[in-house]
Every structure is written in C-alpha cells, then in structure tokens.
C-alpha cells in the first residue's frame, strides 16, 4: 500500500514555473517498484494524464500539452516525484494529483492506477 502528499502548488503568472513534488510512504513494497503518474483535472473537465515514469526514471511520457514545459523525474531514496512545470499557461490550472501504479507500465488511463494523493492546485493567471 501507498499513501501519497502532494505540494508544490500555488498561483503563479503565464509564463512562470512551479516545481511539484509528491512523497509517498509505501508499506509492503518498495516505492522503487511503482510507476508513477502525475494527472490533472480541470473544473468540469476529465482527470487526464500529464506525465509518468518507470520505476527507475529510464522511461517517461509526457502529454502532448506539456511535451516541451514540463518534466517528471523520481528520487526513489526520497521516496518522492517531482513534476518540473515551466512556461505555464493559463489552460494548465487545474487539480494536480500523483498516482501510484503497481504495474511496470507507463499507463495513461486512470482506472490503472492503483493509489492517489489528494491533490495540490495550481492556477497560472493570464
């Protein structure tokens, strides 16, 4: 089992940079083999994946909408993941939210997710 904290978020100007970061305490299983995920969900709209990664960091997806801004990287001695978000736009506001995923796939889909933080916010005014 996995129990997820996300922070990092906040309000910050088209065009700034926000660093988020989600620490996770795993019991039974080391963190090291979970992928990790990072989501988003807007008011109104789906929760949709922005980025994952591997358990070792040797392979990542990125959205198309962030391919360019954003970066997802793991310290699995810190047990933590972290979503580099530069060039924010207003359309990334949302609900930011990092998953857990005991498979060894990079999945996009939600529902493959097994374990979820409850959050942080971000909103990038214009």
């Known amino acids: 089992q996995v129990q997820l904290v996300e922070s990092g978020g906040g309000l910050v100007q088209a065009g700034g940079s926000l660093r988020l970061s989600c620490a996770a305490s795993?019991?039974?299983?080391?963190?090291?083999?979970?992928?990790m995920g990072w989501f988003r969900q807007a008011p109104g709209k789906e929760r949709e994946v922005v980025a994952s990664?591997?358990?070792?960091?040797?392979?990542?997806y990125l959205a198309a909408s962030v391919k360019g801004r954003f970066t997802i990287s793991r310290h699995n001695a810190k047990n933590t993941v972290y979503l580099q978000m530069n060039s924010l736009k207003p359309e990334d506001t949302a609900v930011y939210f990092c998953?857990?995923?005991?498979?060894?796939?990079?999945?996009?889909?939600?529902?493959?997710?097994?374990?979820w933080g409850q959050g942080t916010q971000v909103i990038v005014s214009s």
């Open positions: 998953a857990a995923d005991e498979t060894n796939v990079l999945n996009t889909a939600p529902d493959k997710y097994d374990y």
């Open positions: 795993a019991s039974g299983r080391a963190f090291s083999s979970y992928v």
């Open positions: 990664i591997s358990w070792n960091g040797g392979r990542t």
